[in-house]
């Protein structure tokens, strides 16, 4: 969101600029502000790069939370109803304990 609103306000100042000189030049005005956009884009490619692989990391990681979570209330609907899934559920539980210090 700050990277967007750094690119907007760099992209009012160059209108307001613009503006002041352009009297009617509409074609250049327009391309003087795309360069100016591009220009900007292309000096905060990296960051932006960054940014999107830390976030898209961060997301996946999430999913994968949210489906073992998914998964585990699913197994605990089914040991509900079944008791042989419940049994081998306590016995896992159990080993598990003992094995940890």
């Given amino acids: 969101m700050l990277l967007a609103a750094v690119i907007a306000a760099m992209l009012v100042v160059a209108d307001q600029l613009i503006e002041t000189w352009a009297d009617g030049h509409l074609l250049v005005v327009w391309v003087v502000l795309w360069a100016v956009t591009f220009g900007v884009l292309s000096f905060l490619m990296q960051p932006l790069r960054l940014g999107m692989g830390n976030l898209l990391s961060k997301m ?6 949210q489906a073992q979570l998914r998964a585990e209330d699913e197994l605990w609907r089914y ?6 899934l419940r049994a081998d559920l306590r016995v896992s539980l159990l080993c598990s304990q003992h094995e940890s210090p």
Avoid: P
Wanted: without cysteine.
């Fill in 60 to 65: 996946e990681q999430w999913s994968a939370r």
């Fill in 79 to 84: 040991a509900q109803h079944d008791h042989r």
